[in-house]
C-alpha cells in the first residue's frame, strides 16, 4: 500500500476514533417531581418555581386587529423577561418586570416605563397584557390569589378563570419534571392570546 493511502487511511480512523468519544449531551435538568407523578405533588413543586425559561410562537387578536411573534420568555426570581420578534412590523419588543416595575424596549430603540409603558403596550398590543399573572399562567396555573378551577384540587388542571380572563391548556408535555403547557389559549371581551411552547429550559 502506498505511504500516501496508509496516511489517509489512518487519519479516518482517527477521525472515527474520535468522533466515538464524544461527550453525549447532557440530559434537561429534572426540577419537579415527575410528569407522571401525582398532580399534587406538582402543583406543590410549582408554585415555589421561579426560575425558567421557554421558546415559542404567540398570537394575539383583539380590538379588531392581531399579530403573532416569536417570543422568549425568562423567569427569574423577582423578575420576568419577554420578547417578541417581529410583530406589527415593528421588530420587536422586550417586556421586563421587576416588582411592579415594568419597562419596555422596542425594537428602534425607544424605552418606557411605569404608566406610559403600560398605555403603549396596550395600544400596540390592542390588549392589555396579563404582565403579573403571565409567569404563571405559563406554567399552567393560576397565580397567587383569587382564581375559578374547574377541576378538583388533585387533578391537572385544564382550564381556570382568573382576573377576567378564562386560561384554557390544550395540550401538555413533560419538561423539567412536570407535565407543563405546550398549547395555551387566555381570553377575556374579544381579546385572544394563543401560545404554542416549542421549548421548556431551566
Known sequence: MRPGVRSALAAVVLLLALAGCRTPPAPAPVIGPGADAPWQEQYAAL??????????????????QGFSANLRFRREPGRSEMTLDGPMGIGGYRITLAGDQLEVFGGNGERLDGATARTELERRLGVALPIED??????????????????????EIRDFQQNGWHVSIQARTPALGFSLPQRLIAERDGARMKLLVEQWRP
Open 47 to 64: 408554585a415555589t418555581l421561579d426560575q425558567y425559561s421557554l421558546n415559542g410562537r404567540v398570537a394575539v387578536a383583539a380590538s379588531g
Open 134 to 155: 403571565l409567569h404563571w399562567w405559563l406554567l399552567g396555573v393560576p397565580a397567587p390569589g383569587a382564581a375559578e378551577r374547574n377541576q378538583a384540587e388533585d387533578q
